[in-house]
């Protein structure tokens, strides 16, 4: 697949993940074959929905985008599909390992921390953001959403996405749903230091503190039909929470339960809960924001 050759010149690309305060991206360090292949892999499962979304709020010809965290670039690569020539798809990410993947005329690259680039203010239709905010630290997530909102036209609108591990996942889950579930929660208790896998459900509730209005949201969680995507996704989850725990002794699920569970993943109906919201900035909001605080 030419795009996924492409990323490949993209070696020894810089990374900021130790920067200004040493908060560090937790799949940094996992080969870029494989984060690639996962990222990918995450885009054909979810980018029909922010697609849609973001087709429902106008995105199209000389729109203004920010994709933040493009990963693998595929909603950036949509975008500046769409957009075209009179439109701009800005793509920050704290990594450059991608950025071959992102070779498009209507893409600018920029290699940042979404915590502290400098943002323009009120120039973007829409912004989209998917499993970033989970991986930012808890107190820099209203501040991330916050100037995100400042740098969205008045009535711009924002999208993101994160995983909701925390949630049941049938009511009446079969032994291979229960170890998938143990496995997701353990995820959760795990990694809580570096990410946030329980955010997709609290994710509204995060944009109404981050001032926007107009909140929306929905939970839903993929089918794992045979043979499908989600099956490929779920295998090499298993493995990369076995590399990233090894050794560890506080786990809700032993090396056993991961391979009865890798043998067993197709008997599981659902997988990978994800919590999927958007928000408008105010349309009357714009010179207000901007003016000078008073005194
Ligand atoms: C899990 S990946 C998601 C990629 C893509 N949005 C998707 O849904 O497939 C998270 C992405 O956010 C980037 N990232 C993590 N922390 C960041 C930060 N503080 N500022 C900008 N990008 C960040 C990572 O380098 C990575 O590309």
């Given at each position: 697949?030419?795009?996924?050759?492409?990323?490949?010149?993209?070696?020894?690309?810089?990374?900021l993940t130790?920067?200004?305060?040493g908060?560090?991206?937790?799949?940094?360090?996992?080969?870029?074959?494989?984060?690639?292949?996962?990222?990918?892999?995450?885009?054909?499962i979810?980018?029909?929905?922010a697609?849609g979304r973001?087709?429902?709020?106008?995105?199209?010809?000389?729109?203004?985008?920010?994709?933040?965290?493009?990963?693998?670039?595929?909603?950036?690569?949509?975008?500046?599909?769409?957009?075209g020539?009179?439109?701009?798809?800005?793509?920050?990410?704290?990594?450059?390992?991608?950025?071959?993947?992102?070779?498009?005329?209507?893409?600018?690259?920029?290699?940042?921390?979404?915590?502290?680039?400098?943002?323009?203010?009120?120039?973007?239709d829409?912004?989209?953001?998917?499993?970033?905010?989970?991986?930012?630290?808890?107190?820099?997530?209203?501040?991330?959403l916050?100037?995100?909102?400042?740098?969205?036209?008045?009535?711009?609108?924002?999208?993101?996405?994160?995983?909701?591990?925390?949630?049941?996942?049938?009511?009446?889950?079969?032994?291979?749903?229960?170890l998938?579930?143990?496995?997701?929660?353990?995820?959760?208790?795990?990694?809580?230091?570096?990410?946030?896998?329980?955010?997709?459900?609290?994710?509204?509730?995060?944009?109404?503190?981050?001032?926007?209005v107009e909140?929306?949201?929905?939970?839903?969680?993929?089918?794992?039909?045979?043979?499908?995507?989600?099956?490929?996704?779920?295998?090499?989850?298993?493995?990369?929470?076995?590399?990233l725990t090894?050794?560890?002794?506080?786990?809700?699920?032993?090396?056993?339960?991961?391979?009865?569970?890798?043998?067993?993943?197709?008997?599981?109906?659902v997988?990978?809960?994800?919590?999927?919201?958007?928000g408008?900035?105010?349309?009357?909001?714009?010179?207000?924001?901007l003016?000078?605080?008073?005194?």
């Amino acid at each position: 697949m030419h795009i996924r050759a492409a990323y490949l010149q993209g070696r020894h690309a810089r990374c900021l993940t130790d920067g200004m305060d040493g908060h560090k991206y937790m799949f940094a360090s996992e080969s870029d074959a494989a984060e690639f292949d996962r990222l990918e892999n995450q885009s054909l499962i979810h980018d029909w929905l922010a697609i849609g979304r973001a087709s429902a709020f106008g995105l199209g010809v000389g729109s203004t985008c920010l994709e933040v965290g493009p990963g693998a670039g595929s909603m950036a690569r949509w975008m500046a599909g769409v957009v075209g020539p009179s439109g701009r798809v800005d793509a920050i990410d704290i990594s450059e390992r991608f950025f071959p993947a992102l070779q498009l005329p209507h893409i600018n690259k920029r290699l940042g921390d979404i915590r502290s680039i400098e943002l323009e203010e009120s120039i973007y239709d829409i912004i989209h953001a998917r499993l970033v905010l989970l991986h930012l630290p808890q107190a820099d997530r209203v501040p991330v959403l916050e100037r995100l909102r400042r740098s969205l036209k008045p009535g711009g609108s924002i999208i993101v996405c994160d995983p909701g591990h925390d949630q049941r996942l049938s009511l009446e889950p079969n032994e291979a749903e229960i170890l998938w579930d143990r496995l997701l929660k353990g995820i959760v208790q795990v990694f809580i230091e570096q990410a946030d896998y329980s955010l997709g459900t609290r994710l509204p509730e995060l944009l109404v503190e981050g001032g926007y209005v107009e909140t929306g949201g929905v939970y839903y969680m993929t089918l794992p039909t045979p043979g499908s995507v989600v099956q490929d996704y779920m295998i090499p989850i298993i493995d990369l929470v076995r590399r990233l725990t090894a050794g560890r002794t506080d786990l809700p699920f032993s090396n056993e339960d991961l391979d009865q569970l890798s043998g067993r993943i197709a008997e599981c109906r659902v997988a990978v809960p994800l919590g999927f919201a958007w928000g408008r900035r105010g349309p009357a909001e714009g010179q207000d924001d901007l003016a000078a605080p008073a005194e």
